[in-house]
C-alpha cells in the first residue's frame, strides 16, 4: 500500500478485512432483494447509498414491496437504527476537535462494527501508551465497509435483474434477518424480546399501513426491557439480606 497513506488508515482497513466474510453475502441480498421488491436498479442502489444500513435497508425493502406507507418505512428505518444515537453520543468525544464537516461525514458512515473497532482502538491507546490519528484509523475501516457494502449491491442488483421471474428470491430477506436473530438470542430478555415481537408482528400482519412490523418491534423492545430489569431486580433482592463478607470495610 502506498506509503503516503496514513498507518492507521492502513491499519483501519486491515482491521476491517475479516468483517467482509459477513458483510458481502449481506449486500448481494440486499441488492438481489430491491430488484425482487419491485424496485428498479436505479432505486435500489440510491436506496443503498442514502441509507447505507443492513438491517434496516432489507427492512425498508420489504415493506416498500409490500406498498406499506412511506410513513411506515421510515419509522421503521428509524427505530431499527436508533442504536446509532448510543453509538454516536459515546464515540463523540474522539471527535471533537474535528470539524463539523468532517464529523458529519463520519456519522454518515457510521456502522456497529466501525464503531466497535474504533472505539476498543481509541480506548486501547492509553494501554498501549499510543495515539491513533483520528478520525483515520475510524475512516479505514468505515470506508472499506462502505465501498464493499455499495459494490456488493450493485452486483446483487445486476444479479437479481438476470434472475427469472419463476425463481422468486423473496425468501431472501426473511433468511437473512433469521441469520442475523439467532445470534444474537443469547439470554432470557433477547428471546423474550424475540418471541414477542415476533407474535406481535404476525397477529398484526393485517393492520393499515402495514403497521404490524413496527407495532411488533416496539412491542418486543419493552418486552426485552421489562424481563432484563425483572432479571436485575431479581438479583438485586436475591443478594439482600445475606451473610456479609468478612473483607467487607478492611
Given amino acids: 500500500m502506498d506509503s503516503r497513506v496514513p498507518p492507521d488508515l492502513r491499519d483501519g482497513i486491515r482491521d476491517a ?86 464529523r458529519a461525514g463520519c456519522a454518515y458512515v457510521l456502522t456497529d462494527q466501525a464503531y466497535a473497532l474504533a472505539l476498543a482502538r481509541y480506548a486501547g491507546d492509553r494501554d498501549r501508551s499510543t495515539t491513533t490519528r483520528r478520525p483515520y484509523y475510524y475512516l479505514g475501516v468505515a470506508l472499506t465497509l462502505w465501498i464493499v457494502w455499495q459494490t456488493g449491491t450493485v452486483v446483487g442488483v445486476v444479479f437479481g435483474a438476470a434472475v427469472p421471474d419463476s425463481w422468486r428470491l423473496g425468501f431472501a430477506v426473511p433468511l437473512v434477518f433469521l441469520a442475523l436473530l439467532v445470534p444474537a438470542v443469547s439470554d432470557a430478555p433477547s428471546l423474550g424480546a424475540a418471541v414477542v415481537a415476533g407474535a406481535v408482528a404476525v397477529l398484526g400482519a393485517g393492520l393499515p399501513f402495514n403497521a404490524g412490523l413496527i407495532v411488533g418491534a416496539v412491542v418486543g423492545v419493552a418486552t426485552g426491557i421489562a424481563l432484563e430489569e425483572s432479571d436485575l431486580g431479581s438479583a438485586g433482592a436475591g443478594g439482600e439480606g445475606g451473610d456479609s463478607d468478612p473483607a467487607e470495610g478492611h
Fill in 17 to 102: 478485512l475479516p468483517l467482509l466474510l459477513g458483510i458481502v453475502p449481506f449486500a448481494l441480498v440486499a441488492g438481489v432483494a430491491g430488484v425482487e421488491a419491485g424496485l428498479t436498479p436505479l432505486q435500489t442502489v440510491g436506496l443503498s447509498v442514502v441509507v447505507f444500513a443492513g438491517a434496516s435497508q432489507l427492512a425498508a425493502i420489504d415493506l416498500l414491496g409490500r406498498d406499506a406507507a412511506l410513513g411506515v418505512v421510515v419509522l421503521t428505518v428509524v427505530v431499527v437504527n436508533l442504536r446509532m444515537l448510543m453509538y454516536s453520543a459515546s464515540i463523540a468525544p474522539y471527535f471533537r476537535e474535528l470539524s463539523a464537516r468532517v
